[in-house]
Structure formats: structure tokens, C-alpha cells
């Protein structure tokens, strides 16, 4: 089992940066693999970016790509979302979820383990 919690969110302006933090419970959590996953009012929930064990590999959604950045640090059981040039349409709850594999998977269900989410909103 393990437990997540996100931190970071809040209100922020268009074009500026906000670091978001995920962390895990337990020390095997540096053998999952981590995706963010955001869920805007009225919209399903869909992937944004995932890093996989060795932090080497990750992969982007479209919307996100050369402005969001994954990273984690497996000694402190946390994986980081740096966010850049921020839009108004990146507001949603951004949730982290973890995975006892090391494959990529932009599928929500997928992931048996997650937070419970930080708000983001982007003011125009």
C-alpha cells in the first residue's frame, strides 16, 4: 500500500510557474512508477506527465509539453511537478498516482494508488 499527498496548488496568474509536490509513505515507492493526472469542472480526469524509476524516462501530454517538467527524488520518497507558462485552461485538480511497474500508461486505471489532489487555478 501506498499513500500520497500532494501539495503545492493554489491561485496563480497566467504565465507564471507553480511547483507541485507528491509525497509517498513508504521508501518502495522508488521502485513505481508516477504520473500527475488533472481533472478540470465537467471534464474527465486526463494524463499530463509520468517519470518512471529512474526518473530518465518520462513522457508529456501534448497540452503540457516544453512547459511542465516531472522530476523525483527517490531518497525523499517525492515527485515534483514544475509547472511554466502557465494558461487559465491548465486550472483543474491535479492529482498524483502511483504504480508498481516500470512501463509507461497514460490510463487512470492503471494506477491503483493516489492522492487526493491539489487545486490549481489560473487567472486570466
Known amino acids: 500500500q501506498v499513500q500520497l499527498l500532494e501539495s503545492g496548488g493554489g491561485l496563480v496568474q497566467a504565465g507564471g510557474s507553480m511547483r507541485l509536490s507528491c509525497a509517498a509513505s513508504r521508501r518502495a515507492f522508488r521502485w513505481y512508477a508516477i504520473a500527475w493526472f488533472r481533472q478540470a469542472p465537467g471534464k474527465e480526469r486526463e494524463f499530463v506527465a509520468d517519470?518512471?524509476?529512474?526518473?530518465?524516462?518520462?513522457r508529456y501530454a501534448d497540452s503540457v509539453r516544453g512547459r511542465f517538467t516531472v522530476s523525483r527524488d527517490n531518497a525523499k520518497s517525492t515527485v515534483y511537478l514544475q509547472m511554466n507558462s502557465l494558461k487559465p485552461e491548465d486550472t483543474a485538480v491535479y492529482y498524483c498516482?502511483?504504480?508498481?511497474?516500470?512501463?509507461?500508461?497514460?490510463?487512470?486505471?492503471?494506477?491503483?494508488?493516489w492522492g487526493q489532489g491539489t487545486q490549481v487555478t489560473v487567472s486570466s
Open positions: 498516482a502511483a504504480r508498481p511497474d516500470d512501463d509507461h500508461t497514460d490510463r487512470a486505471d492503471e494506477y491503483p494508488y
Open positions: 517519470i518512471r524509476w529512474s526518473g530518465d524516462l518520462t
